[in-house]
């Protein structure tokens, strides 16, 4: 029984291929994470990184070994060969952040393997990306506690004028932003590109990632179409949007340059299980992830726009797979839902870039009280902080600023700004406040007290 | 185009062109003391009429002879006949020059001329179309390891050209394309210095993907049409270099389809190269001249179509190649990956991968046509987990029925 040739690929080639392609994103952020933050006396922070990245590869490999092997009649060996346990660990590792602490990624691990993969049935078996399991597992349950201790920021970057990651700052940016507010606190799009910016473990190197989906794409491993039009949809998305707002080409570069979009798309939207089997059903994929990521990241505040819209897919892709084989089978041409999928992104896209040149009001500001007594007004306010809703009691005097309390601050660091006396910088240059400094260690913190400022006076002197 | 580039393995073959005209014994398939008047110790012409196959074709016998058994193996009656070695005939030679289209397919059928690129398909049923506008003479030969259209086509060069002559003046065919791969210079080279002298005879070259030589590929390829079941829908006919020369052989003397070059190929063969056999001669014999190695395995025909077969095998009209392959390890088994390659490569467009998940349910099977599978194996071949697809397939097809 034929056929008596077959050809040289295997299994076991194409993820010994994924893991080439791994390996210079591993030492890239053991370089940028663990050489370049070493300080001389403790190793483990020099070796933390590819501490993190090997635990978790090691726990996931450990728990579905053992149990398979509790659970199934087969040799350990076998057990080990066929199911490639180690492979969710090892993405789980890179796209955490440095300051994870070790037992969070133990239960982190613990997540993807039981609920990401023995639930629905194992290897080949699975619907969600494991690691993504995980990682939102991690995220949902221990974010505070992984901010606790730094969040993503490894302790060469905390002491850097920039300190937040560049989506996160991002968020907090009045209308689309510029150049100098987006890109340049982290230097320039070069930066963005080597991997020199805040972020995951392995989610930074835009350079070694493509490098890595060429190598990838060319020796035929991955489904190279997801990744292409995925990447292409946001990229064209963001610069129909930047356009609408007079932005120039820098935009687009700086949305795809930022956050899990290349390192989700090449990785881990190209999951082979849980990836459509269609070429026309790779398209629509990732043709939909692009139109979610680019909705996520604009029309709502949350953040992890590519983890929820690869989960989301992955539980359509049967769905779509589907409907690729009924339209072939009814002779109807696959053309059409791409067209309704093009046309909903240049609507979304469209109604995005409009919406940033309409809103000028700060939806993260409130007015809590306002009591005018003669030329004294004291306002009450509300301002979304970095991990909390910070409230202040403005008192303006005679159309100046003359104190600043702080009533409710529970965000991280915000010791800081009580440190550097930053209520009294922000009196003193009120006049100027756009270009005042930031607190450094605490910039989303200072930037959302200085946001209150700039807010209550717009609202003090009758400005829209 | 879907499809994909395959290993070669032609050149250990390609060049050797030997006979093995003179078999002690011939063995005929499908002739028994049922369905033929000879009985045993009755004499035997070359070419003559053993009896009709269970569709009404003619059957013949290779040699002349005396008949000395008849056998049964593997459900098959055979008709054995001592060879007398001196090849005595009634060929007569002909004037086809003024041929007409009917006694060209008269020709046809009383020299069972068949479809030699595998698939046996009685050739006089195509040429019986009203109207026939192109003629596509397939030299492609995509499986890998099978040289003996090649090494048929190079010797015999000039004398397919003026068959296809022939061919196209007695049906009025307004011009003929020889499909050639584009990276068989040798052949290319060859038909050159010939074709020129030719008018309407064109020579195309085809991509090297297999299966390039697929009839449905081929004509979209080198026409650019489609067509629902038979290229004759399109007006075209299409036929194997092998069968074009066997035509003219029945064209000038009448001879019927007893003779073929086999290809004897593999790692399993000391010395490879393609033989002339006649029709009936037992594989193995031949096999025994050339010599071959412990632990092998034997198959007929091509690596990705062909079957497994053992000692008993027999030439026939539709044999191309007899592969010796030592045995391999089997590679390791694994879960579906659902990487899509399979569909990735399907030439048929087919989804093979949903195919073997829907494999239980019926009315999910039909949308996804396992029907149109050609069986030519690249599911199987192309998947990282080894897992032969093509065998789901084959079971969709039976179940769709």
């Known amino acids: 029984m034929g056929p008596f040739i077959k050809s040289e690929n295997s299994t076991n080639k194409m993820m010994s291929r994924v893991i080439i392609a791994l390996f210079p994103i591993i030492i890239f952020s053991f370089y940028k994470n663990g050489i370049l933050c070493y300080d001389g006396n403790n190793i483990y922070t020099l070796f933390k990184p590819l501490i993190i990245i090997g635990f978790s590869t090691l726990c996931t490999f450990l728990f579905e070994t053992i149990y398979l092997y509790l659970t199934k009649d087969k040799k350990l060996i076998d057990l080990i060969r066929d199911n490639y346990s180690y492979m969710p660990g090892l993405f789980l590792g890179l796209i955490l952040p440095i300051n994870t602490p070790l037992p969070i990624i133990m239960v982190g691990a613990f997540i993807s393997v039981f609920i990401g993969k023995v639930l629905f049935g194992g290897f080949g078996e699975n619907i969600f990306n494991p690691a993504l399991i995980g990682r939102l597992f991690i995220i949902t349950m221990y974010a505070l506690t992984i901010s606790d201790f730094g969040g993503y920021l490894n302790t060469s970057e905390l002491d850097s004028i920039a300190s937040a ?59 190279w179409r997801i990744p292409v039009f995925y990447v292409s949809t946001v990229f064209l998305s963001t610069l129909g949007i930047g356009l609408i707002n007079g932005v120039g080409l820098w935009y687009p570069l700086f949305q795809v340059l930022s956050g899990g979009l290349l390192f989700g798309a090449v990785f881990m939207a190209t999951d082979p299980v849980t990836s459509p089997v269609t070429k026309k059903g790779q398209i629509i994929y990732g043709l939909c992830l692009g139109i979610l990521t680019v909705t996520l990241r604009y029309l709502t505040s949350y953040p992890e726009a590519v983890l929820t819209s690869i989960l989301t897919m992955n539980m359509l892709v049967y769905l779509i797979d589907d409907m690729v084989i009924e339209r072939e089978y009814k002779k109807r041409k696959i053309i059409l839902p791409i067209i309704l999928l093009i046309l909903s992104l240049i609507g979304i896209t469209y109604y995005i ?107 003090h002197r009758g400005e829209k | 185009m879907s ?29 028994s003391i049922k369905n033929t008047k000879f009985s045993i110790n009755d004499k035997v012409l070359m070419g003559d009429v053993l009896g009709l196959d269970s569709r009404g074709n003619k059957i013949h016998s290779s040699v002349s002879g005396v008949v ?54 009685p050739t006089y049923i195509k040429y019986q179309a009203e109207e026939i506008n192109t003629l596509i003479i397939n030299s492609v030969e995509c499986e890998p390891f099978i040289t003996s259209d090649y090494s048929l086509f190079m010797k015999y060069t000039k004398e397919v050209l003026d068959t296809v002559s022939d061919i196209m003046r007695i049906n009025n065919i307004k011009d003929s394309i020889v499909a050639v791969k584009e990276n068989n210079t040798s052949l290319i080279k060859r038909i050159n210095s010939y074709i020129s002298k030719y008018e309407n005879i064109k020579l195309y070259l085809v991509k090297d993907k297999y299966p390039a030589g697929w009839e449905r590929r081929l004509i ?25 020369y066997q035509i003219g052989l029945s064209l000038k003397q009448s001879i019927p389809l007893i003779e073929r070059v086999v290809t004897f190929t593999g790692d399993g063969i000391k010395r490879p190269c393609n033989v002339e056999v006649k029709v009936g001669t037992k594989v193995s014999d031949v096999l025994e001249t050339l010599g071959v190695y412990k632990d092998t395995i034997i198959i007929e025909n091509g690596p990705m179509m062909g079957k497994r077969s053992n000692e008993d095998l027999i030439v026939t009209p539709t044999l191309n190649c007899v592969l010796v392959l030592k045995e391999k390890e089997h590679e390791r088994l694994n879960v579906c990956l659902r990487c899509g390659k399979c569909a990735e490569v399907c030439p048929a467009g087919l989804c093979p991968v949903m195919i073997k998940d829907n494999i239980m349910d019926i009315e999910e099977l039909k949308k996804l046509y396992p029907e149109k599978c050609v069986e030519c194996g690249l599911c199987s071949y192309v998947c990282p987990s080894k897992i032969n697809v093509r065998e789901y397939i084959r079971e969709a097809k039976e179940k769709v029925k």
């Open chain 2, 3 to 31: 499809g994909m580039r395959l290993p070669k393995h032609k050149k250990m073959s390609m060049h050797k062109l030997n006979t093995y005209l003179k078999p002690k014994k011939v063995y005929i398939p499908n002739v």
């Open chain 1, 353 to 459: 870039g409009n919406k940033f040149t309409k809103a000028s009001i700060d939806t993260n500001y409130e007015i809590v009280s306002k009591e005018e007594k003669g030329s004294t007004t004291t306002y009450v306010v509300t301002q979304v902080g970095y991990s909390s809703k910070l409230k202040l009691e403005i008192v303006i005097k005679d159309d100046k600023v003359v104190s600043i309390e702080y009533l409710e601050a529970n965000d991280s660091f915000f010791n800081k700004i009580i440190d550097n006396k930053y209520n009294e910088t922000l009196i003193n240059n009120q006049d100027d406040l756009k270009n005042c400094d930031t607190v450094s260690g605490a910039t989303i913190s200072s930037t959302a007290v200085k946001k209150a400022i700039i807010n209550t006076l717009k609202d």
């Open chain 2, 68 to 121: 000395v058994d008849f056998i049964k193996v593997n459900d098959i009656p055979y008709i054995v006949i001592k060879n007398d070695l001196k090849e005595k005939n009634n060929f007569k030679e002909n004037d086809y020059s003024s041929m007409t289209k009917e006694e060209f397919v008269n020709t046809l059928k009383e020299n069972s001329i068949v479809g030699m690129g595998g698939a046996g398909f």
């Open chain 1, 165 to 223: 990651t560049p989506l996160s700052n991002a968020s907090l940016v009045e209308g689309i932003g510029t150049y100098e507010e987006l890109v340049q606190p982290y230097g320039s799009l070069k930066y963005f590109a080597l991997g020199f910016i805040p972020g995951c473990l392995g989610e930074t190197s835009k350079v070694l990632i493509i490098l890595a989906f060429i190598y990838l794409t060319l020796t035929k491993t991955i489904k």
């Open chain 2, 220 to 244: 979209k390829e080198v026409k650019g049409v489609t067509y629902d079941r038979l290229p004759i829908e399109k007006k075209i006919v299409v036929n194997n270099v092998s069968t074009i």
